[in-house]
Nanobody
Framework: QVQLVESGGGLVQPGGSLRLSCAASGSIFSIGHMGWYRQVPGKERDLVATITDYGYTNYVDSVKGRFTISRDNPKNMVYLQMNSLKPEDTAVYYC?????????WGQGTQVTVSS
């Protein structure tokens, strides 16, 4: 059994920052890709950023230069530092991890960017 638990969401004003964290726990021997996705009501879940187990990162164009994904392998954690937030970043953010070649999702954390 593998669990992913996100934290760090909330309400922030435009231009502000938030840091999301995701902790993986359970029967974990190896974690490959980890990432963050986001979803707004009525739309599909979209990629935000991913990071491989070697630290190679990939970002959707709309967040490049503003968001930074990182991971702590010994702690089975992945983070998303979000700066210069915009109202269009408002969404539920989901953590993803490939654990022993199987994909797992967290329950999501709400990020709201509004004045």
């Amino acid at each position: 059994q593998v669990q992913l638990v996100e934290s760090g969401g909330g309400l922030v004003q435009p231009g502000g920052s938030l840091r999301l964290s995701c902790a993986a726990s359970g029967s974990i021997f190896s974690i490959g890709h980890m990432g963050w996705y986001r979803q707004v009501p009525g739309k599909e879940r979209d990629l935000v950023a991913t990071i491989t187990d070697y630290g190679y990162t990939n970002y959707v164009d709309s967040v490049k230069g503003r968001f930074t994904i990182s991971r702590d392998n010994p702690k089975n954690m992945v983070y998303l530092q979000m700066n210069s937030l915009k109202p269009e970043d408002t969404a539920v953010y989901y953590c993803y991890a490939q654990v022993q070649s199987f994909g797992h999702w967290g329950q999501g954390t709400q990020v709201t960017v509004s004045s």
